[in-house]
């Protein structure tokens, strides 16, 4: 069984930094591209970032580029999003999700529930 | 405001056969299929269709999707109260090198 356990997440002062993790287990990490996906409050789902699975290829939404580094330790089954200069529109619940194969930026076989993260001061 | 553009909401009654409509451009629906994923809120996201008009093994029949020019729709045929969720669709853009998804549809079963 797949599964994905987002963890980092927390409250953080804007102008902050935060690491978020995603465990997976259950299937060939390195064969599937991941993402994050987030959606803050009230809102939709918003896709922020996509490596493939070998780490060669990564993927930003403008409204991040520059601010977000998306990683992977295909060793450790381990997917991480570093997020500097916190702001408050980044306040979210952040999702790891899956990719059918190691090209696959948007389909997703399966998704975490999420880390959430409150940007305030 | 997204660039794929749903109705923020729909609605239909038990039997019935609703459909959520989803708008882009060239660079995006265009020239790339789609996907649908299905939001309990509270729960994770689930993948409903891909390849625009493709189930995955689980997903009933009811659920089917099409995709004609820039347009994309997702039909929902024997309306179960089960289904009440949030809808989104996403895809490929070509000119911003990313990944976008509508702003979601809230589906009421009344």
């Known amino acids: 069984e797949v599964q994905l356990l987002e963890s980092g997440g927390g409250l953080v002062q804007p102008g902050g930094s935060l690491r978020l993790s995603c465990a997976a287990s259950g299937f060939t990490f390195s064969s599937s591209a991941m993402s994050w996906v987030r959606q803050s409050p009230g809102k939709g789902l918003e896709w922020v970032s996509t490596?493939?699975?070998?780490?060669?290829?990564?993927f930003y939404a403008d409204s991040v580029k520059g601010r977000l580094t998306i990683s992977r330790d295909n060793s450790k089954n381990t997917l991480y999003l570093q997020i500097n200069s916190l702001r408050a529109e980044d306040t979210a619940l952040y999702h790891c999700a899956k990719g059918v194969h190691s090209s696959s930026w948007y389909t997703y076989d399966s998704w975490g529930q999420g880390t959430l993260v409150t940007v305030s001061s | 405001q997204s660039v794929l553009t749903q109705p923020p909401s729909a609605s239909g009654t038990p039997g019935q056969r609703v459909t959520i409509s989803c708008s882009g451009s060239?660079?995006?629906?265009?020239?790339?299929?789609i996907n649908w994923y299905q939001h309990l809120p509270g729960t994770a996201p689930k993948l409903l269709i891909h390849s625009t008009n493709e189930r995955p093994p689980g997903v009933p029949d009811r659920f089917s999707g099409s995709k004609s020019g820039t347009a994309a729709s997702l039909a929902i045929s024997g309306l179960q109260s089960e289904d009440e969720a949030d809808y989104y669709c996403?895809?490929?853009?070509?000119?911003?090198?990313?990944?976008?998804f509508g702003g979601g549809t809230k589906l009421t079963v009344l």
């Open positions: 490596i493939s699975g070998s780490a060669i290829r990564t």
């Open positions: 996403a895809t490929w853009d070509d000119s911003l090198k990313g990944v976008l």
């Open positions: 060239r660079s995006n629906i265009g020239g790339n299929t």
